[in-house]
């Protein structure tokens, strides 16, 4: 294999129903500093059928070019008409580095794709980055359930391929008016090749918000002591017009449910604003939360950890102090408002 032949760092675009997954956007924001530092461009392979109109954003969030292969057989997603289209477009295209989302999509989809082309994958990486000297890219994950960070790397098979955590990477700012070539790749597929055929999609129906879409999270952790004092924090985050998520003992515990976990095992967040409760701040903990953009942490052990990534901090009983906190927004909120 001839390294240099392999150039370009490509994104597989999650589109679901016509609507383009967020992570798709992260990766190209993640994409494009990696294509910078590599001095190439970054790439977008939307995948779908009569997906062409989801083309422009893609181009607003980054892509320089866009490889569309638009079929029936890409309706809905099922593993090898997937699988078929990205090895063609590798074997064709020949990128550096091909990224997807660690998605129920993006897990299923990129193992098959390594093994049809023979390369090297990392699951569920939390950072990229190219090494300046080799030029290989550097992907990092939690291994061994979170308990090490292993940064692995793929000297010598292209493309370097890895799934990325949702949430991790930030996507860019839309650029209004930015374009993207985009070259249509019309590709075969064979009538018999779908193994897996949809019967029927059910969808979950649910009120609750993700917490990485929300702006403002009030977080609590095993220091609200029991479960019904949970209603102290989504008290203050109805006023505050936020979310309420828990640290992993919280959820352990059963007082919070598992989709509301922020953490190394849970979800990345990066709120405005995250309010920590009765968390102490294990590492654990902050790797899923530590790039909010401004933290408040009440806690009665002035030497906990969580302190240390604070922007303002409260040492004192959280039951006694979330109540205050909250009537005290809900005058200077009343006060504004009047
Ligand atoms: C492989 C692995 C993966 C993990 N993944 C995650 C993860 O994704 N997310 C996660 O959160 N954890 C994770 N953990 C667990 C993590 O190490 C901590 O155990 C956990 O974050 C602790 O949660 P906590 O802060 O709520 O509880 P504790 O560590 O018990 O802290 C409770 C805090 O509340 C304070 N407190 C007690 N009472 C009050 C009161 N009345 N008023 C004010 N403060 C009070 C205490 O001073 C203390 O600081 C993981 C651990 C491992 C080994």
């Not at 999650?14 to 461009?41: M, W």
């Not at 061994?144 to 692995?152: L, Q, V, Y």
């Not at 059963?254 to 409760?277: H, S």
């Amino acid at each position: 294999m001839n390294l240099q032949d392999y150039q370009g760092v490509f994104v597989f675009v999650q589109q679901v129903d016509h609507k383009i997954t967020g992570v798709s956007y992260e990766l190209l924001g993640k994409g494009k500093e990696l294509a910078a530092d590599l001095g190439t461009e970054v790439t977008a392979v939307l995948l779908g059928y009569q997906v062409e109109d989801l083309c422009p954003k893609l181009a607003r969030y980054g892509a320089d070019k866009i490889i569309l292969v638009d079929n029936e057989a890409l309706e809905p997603y099922t593993t090898e008409p997937y699988a078929h289209a990205m090895y063609n477009v590798i074997e064709k295209y020949k990128p550096a580095v091909v990224l997807y989302g660690a998605t129920a999509i993006g897990r299923d989809l990129a193992p098959r794709v390594s093994a049809r082309v023979h390369t090297g994958l990392t699951a569920d990486c939390t950072k990229l980055e190219i090494d300046p000297d080799t030029k290989n890219l550097k992907m990092t994950r939690p291994a061994f359930g979170g308990n090490i960070m292993a940064t692995i790397l793929c000297p010598e098979h292209r493309p370097q391929m890895a799934t990325v955590r949702p949430g991790v990477m930030q996507k860019i700012k839309p650029i209004d008016g930015a374009e993207a070539s985009v070259e249509k790749y019309d590709l075969a597929f064979e009538k018999n090749n779908k193994y897996v055929e949809v019967l029927n999609v059910v969808k979950k129906v649910s009120d609750k918000i993700d917490i990485q879409d929300a702006k403002i999270l009030v977080s609590g952790g095993r220091g609200m002591g029991c479960p019904e004092n949970f209603k102290l924090l989504r008290d203050l985050a109805d006023v505050l017009g936020g979310e309420v998520s828990a640290s992993r003992a919280c959820v352990d515990a059963g007082w919070a449910e598992k989709d509301v976990q922020v953490g190394q095992t849970g979800k990345t967040v990066r709120p405005n604003l995250y309010i920590a409760c009765g968390i102490s701040g294990a590492i654990q903990h902050l790797a899923g939360m530590e790039d909010s953009d401004v933290i408040v942490a009440i806690n009665k052990d002035e030497n906990a950890p969580i302190f240390e990534v604070a922007d303002y901090g409260i040492v004192g009983d959280v039951t006694k102090i979330l109540p205050i906190f909250t009537e005290k927004l809900k005058e200077e909120l009343a006060l504004r408002n009047a």
